[in-house]
C-alpha cells in the first residue's frame, strides 16, 4: 500500500501524467507492418497501440514483432514488410487502467512496461500512462516533500522519547 502522503503528492493531478489518445501515434490492424515501422520509427517508441476504426483499443504492436518478422523473410528486406499487416504480428494488450488514479496498480504495470493503456469502459482508448511522466511526479515528490509535510526521522523521534 502506498503511504498516504505520498500517494496524496504523486495523484495530485492524475490527468497530468496521461498522454491524451489524440497525440498519441498508433496503428490499425490492417495497416501494413512496413508503415507500422515507419511510424515507430518516426515517434521513437518500442511499442505503439493498435486502434480498430473506432477507436477501441485492440492491441499493442512492439517493434521486436515487427523485426521478428522481418527475420522470417528470405533476404530481411525491409519492403517485403508491405506484405504483412499489423495483424500479423500485433500482441494482446495484457495490462491497462481504466481509472488514471489507480496509480498502486499504474506504478506496478510500469516496473515492467515503458507505458500503460488508459480506456473507458467501452474499452475506447483514451491515452497512456507512461514510465517517464510517472517518474516526472515521482521527481516532484522527491523536491516538495518538505513543502508540504515535516518529515522526521522514527530514529529522530525514538531518540527523543527517551
Do not use: C
Not at 82 to 111: F, G, K, Q
Not at 113 to 128: K, R
Amino acid at each position: 500500500m502506498i503511504d498516504p502522503a505520498v500517494e496524496q503528492m504523486l495523484r495530485k493531478d492524475p490527468k497530468s501524467y496521461v498522454i491524451p489518445a489524440e497525440v498519441v501515434a498508433n496503428v490499425t490492424a490492417t495497416n501494413t507492418l512496413e508503415h507500422a515501422l515507419m511510424v515507430l520509427s518516426k515517434v521513437g517508441y518500442t511499442r505503439i497501440p493498435v486502434l480498430d476504426a473506432d477507436d477501441h483499443l485492440q492491441g499493442l504492436l512492439p517493434l521486436a514483432a515487427i523485426t521478428d518478422q522481418l527475420l522470417k523473410v528470405p533476404g530481411a528486406a525491409v519492403e517485403q514488410l508491405s506484405n504483412y499487416t499489423v495483424a500479423d504480428a500485433m500482441r494482446p494488450v495484457e495490462h491497462w487502467v481504466d481509472d488514471p488514479a489507480r496509480l498502486e496498480t499504474i506504478l506496478s504495470y510500469l516496473v515492467d512496461e515503458p507505458f500503460i493503456p488508459l480506456i473507458d469502459e467501452q474499452q475506447v482508448f483514451q491515452g497512456i500512462i507512461t514510465r517517464r511522466e510517472i517518474l516526472k511526479r515521482v521527481n516532484y515528490l522527491a523536491h516538495n516533500l518538505d513543502e508540504n509535510y515535516e518529515v522526521i526521522p522514527r530514529q529522530v523521534l525514538s531518540d527523543n522519547i527517551d
